[in-house]
């Protein structure tokens, strides 16, 4: 049974920095695309990175270029979303989530749909 679980959430105040971790179960990470989403509340759901399985390539939105990362421990079966310089509007919950098969093509790495694996979600709030 395939099971992803976020953890590492919380607050910070601006400029701040958290580290996000998605634990995967039941299943390798080589044969999978790990991505991070967020939702701020009344808003959709949208992409912030995404770590591909085929070569480990990574992709970022626009709004989190320069300030976050994405990175893989195969061995420990979990990818570290680590999130610098954060800012009020970085504030939402952090889902991630597992895309199962074939490599994504660039326009569809932030498309919820192509992902099959949720994850609960981890609340991070950036306030003072």
């Known amino acids: 049974q395939v099971q992803l679980v976020e953890s590492g959430g919380g607050l910070v105040q601006p400029g701040g920095s958290l580290r996000l971790s998605c634990a995967a179960s039941?299943?390798?990470?080589?044969?999978?695309?790990i991505g991070w989403f967020r939702q701020a509340p009344g808003k959709e759901r949208e992409g912030v990175s995404c770590?591909?399985?085929?070569?480990?390539?990574?992709y970022f939105a626009d709004s989190v270029k320069g300030r976050f990362t994405i990175s893989r421990d195969n061995a420990k079966i979990t990818v570290y979303l680590q999130m610098d310089s954060l800012k009020p509007e970085d504030t939402a919950v952090y889902y991630c989530?597992?895309?199962?098969?074939?490599?994504?093509?660039?326009?569809?790495?932030?498309?919820?749909?192509?992902?099959?694996?949720w994850g609960q979600g981890t609340q991070v709030t950036v306030s003072s």
């Open positions: 989530a597992a895309h199962l098969g074939g490599e994504l093509k660039v326009m569809e790495i932030f498309d919820l749909d192509e992902y099959d694996y």
């Open positions: 039941g299943f390798s990470l080589d044969y999978y695309t």
């Open positions: 770590i591909a399985s085929s070569d480990g390539r990574t």
